[in-house]
């Protein structure tokens, strides 16, 4: 999919972004690809695939002008276990839209319940995140506010211990959303 994006849109590049995907073998020469773009031959590939929720948030390739990443990722570890990697989630809807524009708090409850509805996807819980980086737009402004939520939200389900957390203030993809929140779990071996 995110090769037929570039392909219709080779047009609108740059002489010179089109002459680097060239360089790549991904342009309209045909040439061959460019080493690293290729699984190594021979070598068995780590076990992965993309993680969704769609009855409470979109695919971010279904934008209108489409992303190229996956909600998430499952990788499966030698032994059984599991990891999850989940992008940044924000309070959108399974249509994209924002949901609960200007409310720092419903937004963050929001954010929670599509993470969480990603992790069931996958026969998670919040009980096996490891970690979090959690990024507000105005840190100053509404990290104290972010903290209660967390704080109600993680006690509210009695998580213990809680995951490593970092929070970063940073410009997110549109302005009216107010928090992010990105993740990494740990599933156990099925043995």
């Known amino acids: 999919m995110v090769l037929k994006f570039v392909s219709d849109r080779l047009d609108s590049l740059s002489a010179a972004a089109v002459a680097e995907l060239e360089a790549m073998g ?4 045909g040439s061959a690809r460019a ?8 070598r068995p590939e780590i076990p992965k695939r993309a993680i969704s929720a769609p009855d409470v948030l979109n695919e971010a390739y279904d934008y209108n002008t489409p992303s190229s990443f996956s909600r998430g990722m499952r990788v499966e570890l030698p032994g059984g276990a599991s990891m999850l990697f989940l992008s940044g989630t924000a309070s959108v809807d399974e249509s994209g839209a924002t949901v609960h524009d200007g409310d720092f ?14 992790l069931v996807a996958e026969g998670a819980s919040w009980h096996d995140v490891v970690r ?3 990024y507000l737009r105005d840190i100053e402004r509404d ?3 972010f903290n209660k939520m967390r704080t109600v939200f993680m006690s509210s389900i009695g998580l213990d211990p809680l995951p490593a957390s970092t929070g970063i203030e940073a410009r997110l993809c549109r302005s009216d959303l107010l928090v992010e929140i990105e993740l990494i779990a740990i599933l156990p071996g099925r043995g």
């Open 132 to 134: 979090t980086t959690c």
């Open 105 to 118: 708090e419903a937004q963050c409850l929001r954010t929670f319940r599509n993470i969480t509805r990603l």
């Open 26 to 29: 991904l342009g309209r020469g």
């Open 143 to 145: 990290y104290d506010a």
């Open 35 to 42: 080493e690293g773009l290729d699984p190594p031959a021979g």
